[in-house]
């Protein structure tokens, strides 16, 4: 049922060169097309609305579900509710991913609404990269929305990136904190030609001794632009800290607002941002060890988004 | 004209210990009560509206003009233009300011609006300092707007501070910078029992060449609130960075919104912000030195808001 082009796109957004070990879900097209459980992971689909619920049992412990989605063809517009439980005590990475190939001059998209309950002292990996190819000037669009409640002592760090070729995405994330829970947030985000990216993260820090880490990284290029968003609540004694960096080429426009927000006088939260250009002496250096302007150039980008 | 009372307001406001020298202007009450001009620098009581034009000549270097404001009696609502003329290639202080001591049990207000053209390579100092006091229920409420277009080559440095007893405040600061213009403020605010205050900037670095630095530092105590904004526009390559860093204590609550919008890819733009309570280390180092807690953290934060 997958075909040579399918595999290409599952390697670039979710690392399956082949079929993954552990459960798993590939949706192409809207619909699902191949699916495994495990004994731990079960993988429900949805009866009132398009979505699958993934169920992972308290206390597993080492184990990976990959939900990898596929779009193939022009004019599709794929909408998706998945809901995650994520059980007490467990330890799980779980990998989705959305890549869009469009040969054709209309537009496909896909908005995935994620949920998460990560119960009681849960760790959770979460891996989302986005990708778009294709020869045609229908436009890539990928709106992912993603919302976890993290209860008492659970961990969870997502990362969030968008490779290459999506034309436009509104990113929404949020998560809410329990007493000790904890996030770390990496995100990385490319743009060139004409695209736009908007992406906005807001983190409550409801529960005393939560934290959260957000780590965000951006290259524009050409004529793109990108608009941030961070908001970072601390409503307990609690720690957060959002860190945004963006270098800007070309024509490119970039925007920043964060916002931190103290309602706790034991809430301790630190933004830093910083946005400009390649920095010159580190091109030099390395077009001085033999490589090109656009090697160098390359080279130092490739580095920063890694 | 200026009696006891009068006298210590204007000390608090604009360090004014006696008559000062070079030009001044006093308004009390609503009514313009003393008044200096020099050689150098006219003021001129406006015929349309409310408020004067302070006219610096080009050259003038190392003169100042102090224009305080005081309000002694309640129920005032006093709004104010002033114009500035900071002719070009001069060198001067201006020192605002506005005191209100009401002792009575409805509000007095004072809207300042302040603009200013700053001519080519000038160098303006402007000090204001905002104080409330009184032993009524009156509300103490300062509202200033100071609007800045700095020409090329010319410099400000804005001293803003609100040092106590002001029951709400909302600060509005707009500067646009020309090629090689540079501006550098810093903020200092001090907030107390139910009090709020709102500060927005906003810089644009429109010339090549352009920069800004602003630093912001503040003290939320009891339930009293705080909101920031600030925004940070680069439209050339420049350099601007804002740093942010807020005390928070008891039931206080403290916003910060910082944007940072780099529209030129060679503009190179900063933002940092931290909100946190005082450093138990730095406490309990002063108080094994022998001062209370008390006198401990009223050191640290005279410190934070020299």
Redesign the interface.
């Known amino acids: 049922m997958l075909n040579l082009l399918d595999k290409t796109m599952l390697a670039k957004v979710a690392d399956m060169h082949e079929i993954p070990q552990g459960a798993f879900n590939i949706r192409k097209n809207g619909q699902g097309v191949e699916r495994r459980t495990t004994d731990n992971i079960n993988i429900l689909t949805k009866t009132d609305k398009p979505g699958i619920d993934i169920i992972v049992k308290p206390y597993t412990k080492g184990e990976s579900v990959h939900i990898p989605v596929i779009l193939t063809e022009e004019s599709l517009n794929d909408l998706v509710y998945n809901s995650f439980e994520i059980g007490a005590y467990s330890d799980v990475v779980v990998v989705a991913g959305c890549g869009i190939h469009n040969d054709g001059c209309s537009k496909s998209q896909h908005d995935g609404i994620h949920t998460f309950n990560v119960r009681k002292g849960a760790k959770m990996r979460y891996v989302e990269k986005h990708y778009g190819e294709g020869a045609g000037t229908g436009g890539r669009v990928l709106n992912p929305k993603t919302i976890l409640d993290v209860e008492e002592g659970a961990t969870v760090e997502l990362e969030l990136v968008q490779i290459k070729g999506v034309d436009s995405t509104k990113r929404d994330t949020e998560v809410r904190l329990a007493q000790n829970a904890k996030v770390i947030i990496t995100e990385r985000l490319l743009t060139d030609k004409e695209q736009s990216a908007e992406s906005k993260i807001i983190v409550e820090l409801n529960g005393e001794g939560s934290s959260a880490q957000i780590i965000s990284r951006s290259v524009a290029q050409d004529h793109s632009k990108q608009d941030f968003y961070f908001d970072l609540i601390?409503r307990s004694a609690s720690r957060g800290h959002v860190q945004c960096d963006?270098i800007?080429?070309?024509?490119?426009?970039?925007?920043?607002?964060?916002?931190?927000?103290?309602?706790?006088?034991?809430?301790?939260?630190?933004?830093?941002?910083?946005?400009?250009?390649i920095e010159s002496e580190q091109l030099i250096k390395l077009m001085s060890l033999g490589l090109s302007e656009k090697e160098a150039e390359d080279t130092i980008l490739k580095g920063f988004l890694k």
């Not at 920043?256 to 941002?273: C, D, N």
């Open positions: 601390g963006a800007i080429m070309h024509d490119a426009k970039v925007y920043s607002t964060p916002r931190i927000a103290a309602e706790h006088s034991e809430a301790q939260l630190v933004h830093e941002a910083a946005i400009g250009r």
